[in-house]
Structure formats: structure tokens, C-alpha cells
């Protein structure tokens, strides 16, 4: 009876042995498998959201239809290799990037087209600058009767009409650079003021043989 009971007692260690070494074999493979099902569903949402992204980056970048289906096809069959491709061949900026170059562009050609220098001396003056406040010359002539700036090869007035005639401005009259006497044109003014005493003289000569 001894030696049956030891045998009994044997066989019951080795069964428990077993069982416990089973059971710990099975929680290893089970923690194995939910590992590598999470992996899978990371591999999974990592793919779709590369692809998502894919989509939203080449829409931003062209409005070509087929660059928008080809590249996300691309990377949706190579994954990580077709995103690679698609990083090498997809346009460099997107249109909202152009747009604001465009735009910026755009604003810089019209301040240079507004932008004005002096014809002699090539300085930067302002759009109400009647000379040029380095080398005098003259830019632009006020209009006798509404004293509007005026461009030197006007012959009228577009502001109140008044016919100025071809050429410069007549000297001496009120608003005139000769008339006020700017430098740069003061000889012009003597010239004028000299002409007129000539002509008023020589009518008052006129008139005295006349009489």
C-alpha cells in the first residue's frame, strides 16, 4: 500500500507539473497574440492616415486631376516606399504658398510702377515734388488757375480745363517756377520780366509817336 501511494503521489506531481508549465505556455502565446494583433491595427491606422494625408498634401499642391489619383494610389500599394516616391516627385509648393508669392509680387511691381526718380540725377522724389531737391530740376508745374500739379508736356488742364498751350508753361505766369523765381530757373524769370518791360516800352513808344 506504501509503495502505491508513493506511485499515486508521483504520478499527481508530475500531472500538476504539466498542467502549471501548459498553463504558463498558453498566457505566453496569448499575450504573443495580442501584441501582434495590436501591432497589426497600428500598421493598419498608420497606413490609412498616410494615405489620408497623402490626399489632403496633393490637393494643396495641384489641381491637376491625375497627380490627385496617382499619388495616393502610390502609397497606398508601396506604403512607406510609395510615400518616399511621392515626397521625391510631388510639387515643391502649394498654391496657397504661390498665391501669396503672386500676391506680394504683384504688390511690389505696382510700388515700383509709382515709384518715381528724377530724370537728371536718378534721385528717389515724392509724386508732389514740384523740383527736384538735389539737382533742381524741374518735375512738374502748377496749374495757374486751380494750382493742381501738373506733368511737364500737358497743354491743358484736366482738373478746370484752362488751356495751357504746347511746350512749357509761359514765364511769368502766377504759380509758374519762372514767376516765383526757383532755383534752377531764375534766369528764365529775368528774361521774362526783362521781355515784358521791352514790350511795354516799346508800346508806350508806339503810342507816344501816335499821339
Not at 16 to 38: E, I
Not at 42 to 52: A, E
Not at 69 to 78: C, E, N, Q, R, S
Not at 180 to 194: C, F, K, L
Amino acid at each position: 500500500m506504501t509503495t502505491l501511494a508513493s506511485i499515486l503521489t508521483t504520478k499527481l506531481a508530475v500531472i500538476q507539473t504539466g498542467t502549471a508549465t501548459t498553463g504558463s505556455s498558453n498566457s505566453f502565446f496569448t499575450f504573443l497574440q495580442v501584441g501582434f494583433g495590436c501591432l497589426v491595427v497600428f500598421l493598419v491606422l498608420f497606413w490609412l492616415s498616410l494615405v489620408i494625408w497623402t490626399v489632403r498634401d496633393i490637393r494643396a499642391r495641384t489641381q491637376e486631376r491625375v497627380p490627385r489619383i496617382l499619388a495616393p494610389v502610390v502609397v497606398a500599394v508601396f506604403f512607406l516606399g510609395g510615400l518616399l516616391i511621392y515626397r521625391l516627385l510631388r510639387p515643391r509648393h502649394r498654391q496657397a504658398e504661390l498665391s501669396a508669392q503672386e500676391l506680394e509680387e504683384t504688390i511690389l511691381l505696382a510700388e515700383m510702377a509709382t515709384l518715381q526718380v528724377c530724370p537728371r540725377c536718378q534721385t528717389r522724389v515724392e509724386f508732389d515734388f514740384i523740383v527736384c531737391p538735389c539737382c533742381h530740376q524741374e518735375l512738374k508745374r502748377p496749374c495757374p488757375r486751380c494750382v493742381r500739379l501738373l506733368e511737364l508736356g500737358w497743354i491743358c488742364c484736366p482738373y478746370c480745363a484752362l488751356q495751357l498751350g504746347a511746350g512749357s508753361m509761359p514765364p511769368g505766369v502766377p504759380g509758374t517756377l519762372a514767376a516765383q523765381g526757383a532755383p534752377g530757373h531764375v534766369g528764365v524769370g529775368a528774361h521774362a520780366i526783362s521781355g515784358r518791360r521791352n514790350e511795354e516800352s516799346v508800346t508806350g513808344e508806339g503810342e507816344t509817336g501816335d499821339e
